[in-house]
């Protein structure tokens, strides 16, 4: 098994930039999350899906959106990329309701 | 709100020296703790976890953790540590309430160890 796969792990975007962050495992797991990861803040949850077709907000969702068409991939998408969206993200995936979180490799993102 | 608190935000240690980082949780029901590592440019991995049952925990590399339910805290443990243990160390939380789906981490804590 792959794991939790990220791409890209590294991308420099200019502020209003569009772009999507790609998530996929290949676990058969039915929860993803995304996550964002800043210094001194630990990790704050933007978005998750409980299953194909089911997405819910998390902690900071503003300025993104997912959707889950299959089980497999969870994509998160910067509609209109901001310099405060500079950051390290990870998406994890879960296999039942209170277990463990499997982590991607990251994608460092910055926006100028 | 639900929070979880991890009051070292650096520690740096010797090699061979006994390590305890704390973690406490703002959450009265029932709760699922997780100890995440993340080793310098890498994704974080489960170091421990727990569920129920013994509240004392044995996860990878030699640690250990402690759930003391009456103070809502669950620190992490390691008698001896090694200039590999080097890393940014997590707790983290999972409420049991039924139909939420939510992780809430602490802000994690810098181990520097010195060899």
């Known amino acids: 098994n792959a794991g939790v796969t990220q791409t890209p792990k590294f991308q420099v975007l200019k502020t209003g930039q569009s772009m999507t962050l790609q998530c996929a495992q290949d676990?058969?797991?039915?929860?993803m999350s995304w996550y964002r990861q800043d210094p001194g803040m630990g990790l704050r949850l933007i978005h998750y899906s409980v299953g194909a077709g089911i997405t819910d907000q998390g902690e900071v969702p503003n300025g993104y959106n997912v959707s889950r068409s299959t089980t497999e991939d969870f994509p998160l998408r910067l509609l209109s990329a901001a310099p405060s969206q500079t950051s390290v993200y990870f998406c994890a995936s879960t296999r039942g309701t209170y277990n463990e979180q499997f982590f991607g490799p990251g994608t460092r993102l910055t926006v100028l | 709100a639900q929070s979880v608190s991890q009051h070292n935000h650096h520690v740096i240690l010797s090699e061979a020296a006994s390590l305890e980082l704390g973690c406490n949780y703002s959450y009265g029901g029932t709760v699922n703790l997780f100890w995440y590592v993340q080793y310098p440019g890498q994704h974080l991995q489960l170091l421990l976890k727990y569920f129920s049952g013994d509240p004392l925990v044995k996860g990878i590399k030699g640690f250990e953790a402690e759930f003391i339910k009456s103070k809502f805290s669950f620190n992490l443990r390691k008698p001896s540590v090694q200039w590999s243990d080097t890393a940014e160390y997590f707790c983290a939380v999972r409420p049991t309430t039924s139909g939420t789906y939510k992780y809430i981490f602490g802000t994690g804590t810098r181990l520097k160890v010195l060899a």
């Open positions: 676990m058969n797991h039915e929860y």
